[in-house]
């Protein structure tokens, strides 16, 4: 494959504003259409959604290694590396190749395994709980999943929501808070929480 001098060249500078820009047009483009995006890449890529937000926001540019994992997951990504490298004609040749059509492919088959894992997990989290309907209708299914756990006098931790319910530590935190605030529950040092049955 050859180039011409006029289609092979490096721009004057590649700054990390350039980077930054490129890379959140291509996931905000890529999970335009799915709701919690960030969740989405962390579960593709590996990489923690508290990071992924920076790019997802164009707030800055990921490293080189980030960089590297996103091109080889999302096409626009790579799409945008080569473009910013002046290789346009690689990504033209990689597209009619069908390089875009193995990725694509990739990512649906990596995102149908995780929604059918997700729904069979889902299938036997078994939520048996005593509370008031008021109370009821003011918690998510995880905590009255937690709530209902610590009932039946098994010893919780934030932990058992992230390995469960598959989220992440900074949900199930966010859930205890909850709880707390609510005075459901009571955190005990060195052993997780207890049940605080309101009088």
């Not at 180039?3 to 980077?19: A, G, V």
């Not at 995880?142 to 709530?147: M, S, T």
Request: hydrophobic share 40%; net charge positive; aromatic share 8%.
């Amino acid at each position: 494959m050859s180039f011409t001098n006029k289609d092979h060249y490096l721009p004057c500078r590649i700054s990390d504003e350039m980077i930054a820009e490129h890379v959140s047009t291509a996931l905000r483009q890529e999970h335009a259409n799915i709701s919690a995006a960030l969740k989405h890449i962390e579960r593709i890529t590996g990489i923690p959604a508290k990071t992924a937000s920076k790019w997802h926001k164009g707030e800055y540019a990921p490293k080189s290694r980030h960089l590297l994992t996103l091109a080889a997951h999302y096409p626009e990504v790579l799409q945008a590396v080569c473009e910013l490298m002046g290789m346009g004609p690689v990504w033209r040749q990689a597209v009619r190749m069908g390089a875009v059509e193995t990725m694509r492919a990739r990512l649906n088959e990596r995102w149908e395994k995780w929604n059918k894992l997700s729904m069979e997990r889902d299938k036997f989290v078994l939520i048996r709980v005593r509370v008031d309907a008021q109370t009821a209708v003011q918690l998510n299914q995880r905590q009255l999943w937690f709530l209902g756990q610590l009932q039946q006098g098994f010893r919780m931790r934030a932990e058992d929501v992230v390995d469960t319910w598959r989220v992440h530590g900074k949900t199930a935190r966010r859930d205890m808070k909850g709880l707390q605030d609510a005075g459901l529950i009571k955190a005990v040092k060195h052993s997780g929480y207890r049940w605080q049955e309101l009088l």
